[in-house]
């Protein structure tokens, strides 16, 4: 399997495991509190990490990294985790799955500016088609139910944690492992909720074994693995178009939502998943052949020789 075939296959890995995190943080979110559901998945996540990290003897990174991998950890597993599961308590899966993933927009400005990567025409109108897919999602779910105002604030808040990690995440794989990486950042986003200890100490007792189960389910897959994919498949190619990926996650997270919370989704968010998978496939496009022709001419045009 070639290195661009295997870095679409751990980005697919990746947001459909992401997807079923929205569905197993409400169900875990009727025993156990935000802060509290943050850490003991975290604490999972960097446990599994730890262990592979520890048998592969992976290398740290520098130590000029330790700022954005701080960044990283507690923008995107700390804030995002708690501001996410607290949203949870008050709008469904698809919904907040469709309000977070506001987050790639952010990330291809974001990237765009401060990464260098540019705004390739073909990632502004994917990005532009698949965002209002996830509105039209957004909009089809809040018919069907009340949406709370505070609910709608903490997704765009983990949108924005979420956006700024991947950002600061995107130069640190040049020069450490994706699995390095995410164990790190898993581990200071654990630390972050350590505030929350006692609250988990006191609410696993009385927590159901099903909804203890999703925490277990959250810190081994949707952590510790699909961190990891994301990772690698982030190594391979730009933070924006790697972000237009999960665009993909509303419409799973909404048809998971209806398999397994019996959420039923409106017939309008599934034309709000075709418009999110349709904008996806075309914000991973690379430029159009012609742009590149046209590029490689120029580089090959030689110097002219008339003498004057």
């Given at each position: 399997?070639?290195?661009p075939r295997r870095a679409l296959l751990a980005a697919l890995i990746t947001v459909s495991l992401w997807a079923?995190?929205?569905v197993g943080i409400r169900a875990a979110g009727e025993d156990l509190s935000?802060?509290?559901?943050s850490l003991g998945?975290?604490?999972v996540g960097s446990a599994v990490l730890?262990?592979?990290v520890l048998w592969r003897r992976e290398r740290l990174p520098p130590r000029t990294d330790l700022a954005p991998l701080v960044v990283c950890g507690v923008l995107w597993f700390g804030v995002y985790n708690v501001a996410l599961n607290e949203a949870e308590r008050r709008v469904d899966a698809g919904t907040a799955a469709m309000l977070v993933n506001v987050g790639p927009v952010l990330i291809a400005l974001l990237a765009g500016v401060m990464l260098k990567e540019g705004f390739p025409r073909t990632l502004l109108a994917g990005c532009g088609i698949a965002f209002t897919g996830a509105v039209v999602i957004g909009l089809a779910s809040s018919s069907a139910g009340s949406v709370g105002a505070l609910g709608v604030a903490l997704c765009l808040v983990a949108a924005a944690a979420y956006a700024a990690g991947v950002v600061a995440q995107k130069p640190l794989l040049d020069r450490s492992s994706p699995l390095m990486i995410t164990f790190l950042a898993c581990t200071?986003?654990?630390?972050?909720?350590l505030p929350f200890a006692p609250q988990l100490a006191s609410e696993i007792e009385p927590a159901s074994a099903e909804n203890l189960g999703w925490m277990l389910y959250l810190g081994v897959f949707p952590t510790a693995l699909a961190f990891t994919t994301w990772a690698y498949a982030l190594r391979t190619t730009s933070a924006g178009r790697m972000?237009?990926?999960?665009y993909l996650v509303p419409p799973l997270a909404v048809l998971m939502g209806w398999a397994i919370l019996d959420e039923t989704p409106p017939v309008l968010a599934l034309a709000g998943g075709v418009l999110c998978v349709a904008g996806a496939a075309l914000a991973r496009r690379p430029p159009t052949s012609r742009s590149r022709r046209?590029?490689?001419a120029r580089v090959r045009r030689p110097p002219s020789t008339r003498t004057r």
């Open positions: 399997m070639t290195a079923s995190a929205f935000a802060g509290a559901l998945r975290l604490l730890g262990v592979v200071i986003g654990a630390v972050v909720c972000g237009s990926t999960t046209a590029g490689a």
